[in-house]
């Protein structure tokens, strides 16, 4: 499965923001704490799909939209997942998103914990109100 070129310029900038942040990434629970590379972090077959979904449900919770992402059942990927491409209709929401959620990441340490996206994903999700759909009468 490989990812298009738009995925994979989120994944490099994704690196490049961790890297310029200083920071280290782990993946640590209550029982354990594995460090990370941060190119596992940002890959379409690692972690990526974990921090666009949290994007774009930040940018759902704005907009009522989201970025069409294309995720690939993957037995061997991190998550079981592969990010493969998005439908967004601007590349620059979806990397601005990206960040934010970067940004948003506890830092402790110097280290983000790749557990937290669940906490920011739940946390926009709750957010948000449900959609109150009406229905017309059939003629």
Known sequence: ???SPAITLLS???VRAIDRKGLSVILS???NSTPCANTVAASSSGFLPAFLITAEALWFEMTRHGFG???ADDPEAALGVTVLDHDAQSAVT???CL???LDTLPVHNGQINLCDLN???QASM???QPVSVQKEQAA
């Open 99 to 101: 960040l934010d959620v």
């Open 94 to 96: 979806v990397l601005l």
């Open 126 to 128: 709750a957010r948000l």
């Open 69 to 71: 992402l294309k995720l």
């Open 119 to 121: 906490g920011l994903w």
């Open 12 to 14: 490099d900038v994704l």
């Open 1 to 3: 499965m490989t990812p």
């Open 29 to 31: 629970d209550a029982t």
